[in-house]
């Protein structure tokens, strides 16, 4: 009676554990759902292909950089003007932080500047911090933030203190 008892015990417990319905449940969090709405958008500024970005972003988004940008069409036309003055940005995302309302995107950009958008023309290597506030899943708002000294560097504005 005790082992048809503990074999008993041995399925019941292989059967809750195999139970779908926790990871279920943790892939549509809100904050696998703001992820997910994340990687449209690197995906879209990477490819330069926008047509996903509805699904992942509010209409009445706002972008709190410099160029203080209202709606989800200016953020499309952003996307384009990115790709079409950085044709071969590469992103890389080197660290996420996420939860039910922010994601935190440590971010490093790599490529060629055709000389447009104030940059130098000629290769970049910059790390900026990208802030994105989620509503319903969707992008709401946007900051970015990058280092001033590294800007500046790269801008030709400061001395590389590496050359020698």
Sequence with gaps: M????????IVLCFFTACNDDSTASKEDSPMQKNLAASHIVNKAFETGDASQIDSAVAS???DHTDRG????DSLKAFISSMKKDFPDMKMEVIKELADSEYVFSLM???GTSNGTMGMPKGPYDMKTLEVVRYKDGKAA???AY???AAMAKMMGQA???TRK
Excluded: N
């Design 2 to 9: 005790t082992r048809t008892l503990f074999v008993f015990f």
């Design 60 to 62: 009445d988004f706002v």
């Design 69 to 72: 940008d209202v709606g989800r």
């Design 108 to 110: 490093r950009f790599t």
């Design 141 to 143: 708002e946007h900051w």
């Design 146 to 148: 990058m280092d001033a």
């Design 159 to 161: 001395p590389d203190s």
